[in-house]
């Protein structure tokens, strides 16, 4: 059936005027619920028969204030934080300074002010660049690999029971091997390094995507697939547009966590199996006793990892808008 | 039970009678000795019970009844969610043997897709048609400005009170075009006063689109002031106690529950529907439960029981 009845459309059917009126103390009613809880939004529906122009709300609430006032804000925050980093960079050069040896010995260990020096040096180094630029490729592959395989085959293990009973079981029992017990056999497994180690990094990231997919698949309120089904979704349209969307949020966990077993993944992997990336510097700094190499390494692993989180808790923020009135509604 | 009963006159030739209720010649609900059994062996339950209902087309009917009574499991029938044991369930004709556009569903829980906006809410529907996408956003901001909720076209339902999250759900389910409506407690969660300003904005959009409405409440007043007809069901296992006709003019306002007519009308379902929940709530009421305390407090309250 592709058309509306007429009757839909009708605008101004002679009706029964009294209980269209009536709503109207409703309607201001909630509509000023609505305003209160968003500044800023006109909120004209007095005359249903002149539409009022259309406000655009699913904008961040918070990205309303200056700029100013949002630094102002969050200036205690930044020099706590400064405070915090500043005490911990002041322990490490007074431990390297004097040599504190009590237990954990930091005879060998590099002074901040080493560190930097060398890491002045190496960023004129293409090969440092290299080794960063690798590492973040075969996070791409494995991840990426990770993600669409993950959430396809979380999809459809939760929705359907067949599914379900035919992976499921496999995966129950792959799923408890750590990504870097896979390492040996992934040398043999795949025809190169480069491969074994994005298997490896796929390894780590794939589990924790698929578990938390399956997860927000049966998470999802079972009214809201009555409704799809009501309006005339079919199979495919309640997976595409009911199931998918629901389950983001268990998803985006899944990938936040996916992606930090990743790095982790993939640090173990180039430190055993690897030529060039950032673990495999880092180990090699250690073999050639380039001590202050192992820290820029970890530094670099650190700043990387957390630039990664980061885009995936900025890509989940921009594909569920919808959160951010949530939490506006909760406080 | 009403002049509705004769779809056919319904045209020029009574204008007078019939103005604004012009009845359509679809949405006819008949449901006919039904029986659902949930379960099997030991753990059955007989949910519903040989239960006959008949929604005719325009017509508004409630079906009212205790808690747990199986009046869900009927609508739920009628949506096709859940297959008849026995008897059978069909609308215009055709067994509702699964759930489609054609009848449009009210829940009682709020089930807008909070991952839509209001106005992307009410074109699913629409688009589970293969309508293009200029065609179903001018269809839903034409229903929403009907409903007075377009300047919220925009927002998520989670940034609107229940009220109007129940508002946007029903013109939703008519933005297919069904020929029925089936709502399941639809204001339960709302506060008495949103509850009375809903009740009038659904009899306004009844009446706007000539649909057959399948309500379900508990709430006797709700019932009376809605329907053209009250169906009474049992304690589980859910039976159809009775069928009462209400015939109070149109259109009702809220003032309309102050008459003679409309007290006897409560009366008369209050007497039928308290023994029901009586033996809706049986075991829970051995020994003095009903009572809440078989003898009076004292001063010091509950304290001079212990």
């Known amino acids: 059936m592709l058309t509306v009845h007429p009757r839909l459309?009708?605008?101004?059917?002679?009706?029964?005027?009294?209980?269209?009126?009536?709503?109207?103390?409703?309607?201001?009613?909630a509509e000023r619920i609505a305003a209160a809880a968003l500044p800023g939004t006109a909120t004209d529906t007095t005359a249903p028969a002149s539409p009022p122009e259309p406000v655009v709300v699913a904008a961040?609430?918070?990205?309303?204030?200056?700029?100013?006032?949002?630094?102002?804000?969050?200036?205690?925050?930044?020099?706590?934080?400064?405070?915090?980093?500043?005490l911990f960079v002041a322990f490490w050069y007074f431990a390297t300074k004097?040599?504190?040896?009590?237990?954990?010995?930091?005879?060998?260990?590099?002074?901040?002010?080493?560190?930097?020096?060398?890491?002045?040096?190496?960023?004129?180094?293409?090969?440092?660049?290299?080794n960063m630029a690798i590492s973040m490729r075969?996070?791409?592959?494995?991840?990426?690999?990770?993600?669409?395989?993950?959430?396809?085959?979380?999809?459809?293990?939760?929705?359907?029971?067949?599914?379900?009973?035919l992976l499921f079981p496999v995966f129950e029992v792959l799923r408890p091997i750590p990504a870097i017990a896979w390492v040996p056999m992934a040398i043999m497994l795949w025809p190169s390094n480069e491969t074994s180690i994005v298997f490896i990094t796929f390894l780590g990231s794939f589990f924790p995507i698929l578990l938390n997919t399956i997860h927000g698949v049966n998470s999802v309120d079972p009214v809201l697939v009555r409704a799809a089904r009501c309006l005339g979704a079919s199979e495919s349209a309640l997976l595409r547009q009911v199931i998918l969307p629901a389950?983001?949020?268990?998803?985006?966990?899944?990938?936040?966590?996916?992606?930090?077993?990743?790095?982790?993944?993939?640090?173990?992997?180039?430190?055993?199996?690897?030529?060039?990336?950032?673990?495999?510097?880092?180990?090699?700094?250690?073999?050639?006793?380039?001590?202050?190499?192992?820290?820029?390494?970890?530094?670099?692993?650190?700043?990387?990892?957390?630039?990664?989180?980061?885009?995936?808790?900025?890509?989940?923020?921009?594909?569920?808008?919808?959160?951010?009135?949530?939490?506006?509604?909760?406080? | 039970?009403?002049?509705?009963?004769?779809?056919?006159?319904?045209?020029?030739?009574?204008?007078?009678?019939?103005?604004?209720?012009?009845?359509?010649?679809?949405?006819?609900?008949?449901?006919?000795?039904?029986?659902?059994?949930?379960?099997?062996?030991?753990?059955?339950?007989?949910?519903v019970d040989d239960a006959s209902i008949e929604v005719k087309p325009g017509e508004f009917v409630s079906i009212i009844g205790p808690s747990g009574c199986g009046k869900s499991t009927l609508l739920n029938v009628v949506a096709g969610f859940v297959a008849p044991t026995a008897g059978s369930s069909t609308v215009d004709g055709k067994p509702t043997d699964k759930p489609g556009a054609d009848r449009g569903m009210v829940f009682q829980q709020y089930s807008l897709f909070p991952w839509l906006t209001v106005r992307k809410n009410v074109e699913f529907g629409l688009r589970q048609q293969g309508l293009p996408l200029s065609r179903r956003e001018q269809m839903a901001r034409t229903l929403l400005g009907l409903a007075g909720l377009l300047a919220f076209e925009n927002h998520y339902p989670d940034q609107l009170s229940g009220g109007m999250r129940q508002r946007v759900g029903i013109v939703r389910a008519l933005a297919t075009s069904p020929q029925v409506l089936l709502m399941d407690e639809p204001f339960g969660a709302l506060d008495a006063q949103t509850r009375q300003v809903m009740q009038q904005i659904l009899t306004n959009m009844w009446q706007r689109f000539k649909l057959s409405v399948l309500f379900i409440t508990h709430d006797i007043d709700e019932s009376i002031y809605l329907s053209d007809r009250v169906y009474v069901m049992t304690a589980r296992p859910g039976r159809i106690k009775a069928e009462i006709p209400i015939d109070l003019p149109r259109p009702r306002t809220p003032e309309i529950a102050f008459t003679p007519e409309f007290l006897a009308l409560k009366q008369q379902l209050r007497a039928l529907i308290s023994a029901e929940s009586l033996l809706a709530m049986g075991g829970e009421l051995k020994d003095g439960g009903l009572e809440g305390f078989e003898l009076s407090v004292g001063e010091k309250g509950v304290g001079d029981l212990l």
């Not at chain 1, 930090?260 to 880092?282: H, N």
């Not at chain 2, 779809?7 to 006919?32: K, M, Q, S």
Request: neutral net charge; contains cysteine.
């Open chain 1, 9 to 29: 459309l009708e605008p101004d059917d002679p009706v029964e005027r009294t209980p269209v009126d009536r709503t109207q103390a409703d309607r201001t009613q």
């Open chain 1, 60 to 86: 961040p609430l918070p990205a309303r204030q200056g700029l100013g006032a949002r630094l102002l804000a969050a200036l205690p925050g930044m020099l706590s934080a400064a405070l915090s980093l500043g």
């Open chain 1, 98 to 130: 004097y040599k504190l040896d009590f237990y954990i010995r930091f005879n060998n260990i590099p002074s901040p002010g080493e560190v930097w020096q060398n890491a002045v040096i190496l960023s004129d180094s293409v090969r440092f660049y290299e």
């Open chain 1, 138 to 165: 075969r996070i791409l592959f494995g991840f990426g690999i990770a993600t669409v395989l993950g959430i396809a085959l979380g999809l459809l293990i939760g929705q359907y029971r067949p599914v379900r009973a």
């Open chain 1, 247 to 331: 389950s983001l949020p268990h998803i985006f966990t899944g990938l936040a966590i996916g992606m930090g077993v990743a790095w982790v993944s993939l640090i173990a992997a180039e430190m055993i199996s690897g030529q060039y990336g950032i673990g495999y510097f880092t180990w090699e700094a250690y073999s050639l006793i380039e001590y202050a190499d192992i820290a820029i390494g970890m530094i670099v692993i650190g700043v990387l990892g957390l630039a990664c989180s980061g885009a995936i808790r900025l890509v989940g923020n921009a594909l569920m808008p919808w959160l951010a009135s949530q939490r506006g509604a909760e406080k």
């Open chain 2, 1 to 47: 039970m009403t002049d509705l009963s004769t779809p056919t006159l319904a045209t020029p030739l009574f204008p007078a009678a019939n103005a604004d209720r012009a009845a359509p010649a679809t949405g006819h609900i008949r449901v006919e000795q039904l029986r659902v059994v949930f379960g099997r062996g030991a753990n059955a339950t007989l949910a």
